[in-house]
C-alpha cells in the first residue's frame, strides 16, 4: 500500500465526547448500491465463513432499544488462556494453574483483553453493524475473571443514536454489551460509541425529498 493510500484511509471525525475534538477514525466507504436489509448478510460473517441468519444494520435500521444475543457460544479452554497469556499478556494468572493460586484470581483465568477479544469475535455473528461502522471509543469493566471452561455469549442492547454533526450520511449509535459464561455470570460488561453508515438509498432519497 503506497502512501497516499494511507494517508487516505484516515480522516479526522468529531463525534467523539466533542465536535471541537478530532479524533483520527479509520474511513469506511459504504457500498454505492442499496439493498433490501433482508437480503444483506453480515460481510464480515461471510468473510470469515460462518453462516448466519443475521442481516447486517445500517444506522436507519437501528432503534434505541433492540436488543442482540449472540447463539453460537466460544468456549476458552485452559490451552487458549495459556496460549494467549503467552503471546499478549503474560500475567502469572493467565500463565500457570500452580502460580495463578497465589494471585488475586485465586485460579487460572484469562486476560481481560481474551475476553474483549472473544467478545469482538461473537459481535460479528449477532448482527451488529460491524460491516460499515468504526469504533469511536469503549469503556470496559471485568466484574469477574474468564476460567477455563467458560462458554461465552454476549447480550447487545442500542442504548441511543444521533445523525452525525461533522460526517454527512454517518450517524453516531451508543452500545452497551455483556458478555456472560453458560450459568450467567457475567465476565465483561462495556459500553461503545461507534460510526455508522446510513444506507446511500436511503440518504439519496431522503435529500431529494427533503
Known amino acids: 500500500m503506497g502512501r497516499a ?12 465526547n466533542s465536535d471541537a475534538r478530532r479524533t483520527p477514525v479509520l474511513a469506511f466507504r459504504a457500498p454505492s ?9 453480515c460481510l464480515a460473517s461471510n468473510l470469515l465463513g460462518v453462516t448466519t441468519s443475521q442481516p447486517t444494520p445500517w444506522f436507519d435500521d437501528l432503534e434505541v432499544g433492540q436488543h442482540y444475543r449472540s447463539t453460537r457460544p466460544i ?7 495459556v496460549e494467549f497469556a503467552r503471546r499478549y499478556d503474560p500475567n502469572p494468572g493467565h500463565l500457570d494453574e500452580r502460580a495463578a493460586q497465589d494471585t488475586v484470581f485465586a485460579g487460572l483465568s484469562a486476560s481481560g483483553w481474551q475476553t474483549a477479544a472473544v467478545t469482538q469475535r461473537l459481535l460479528a455473528d449477532v448482527g451488529a453493524p460491524i460491516d460499515h461502522s468504526v469504533g469511536l471509543g469503549v469503556e470496559l469493566r471485568w466484574p469477574t475473571p474468564t476460567r477455563p471452561g467458560d462458554e461465552l455469549v454476549v447480550d447487545l442492547a442500542v442504548t441511543a443514536k444521533r445523525l452525525s454533526r461533522g ?22 460488561e462495556a459500553k461503545m460509541t461507534i ?5 446511500p438509498g436511503r440518504v439519496d432519497a431522503g435529500a431529494a425529498s427533503g
Do not use: F, K, M
Not at 33 to 41: F, L, T
Not at 75 to 80: N, P, V, Y
Not at 195 to 199: A, D, I, N, Q, T
Open 5 to 16: 493510500a494511507r494517508r487516505e484511509g484516515w480522516a479526522g471525525a468529531t463525534d467523539h
Open 195 to 199: 460510526l455508522v453508515s446510513r444506507e
Open 75 to 81: 468456549r476458552l479452554t485452559a490451552e487458549d488462556i
Open 33 to 41: 448500491q442499496s439493498v433490501g436489509i433482508a437480503d444483506r448478510p
Open 167 to 188: 460526517r454527512p450520511g454517518w450517524g453516531v449509535v451508543e452500545i452497551a454489551y455483556t458478555t456472560a459464561n453458560q450459568r450467567g455470570e457475567v465476565r465483561q
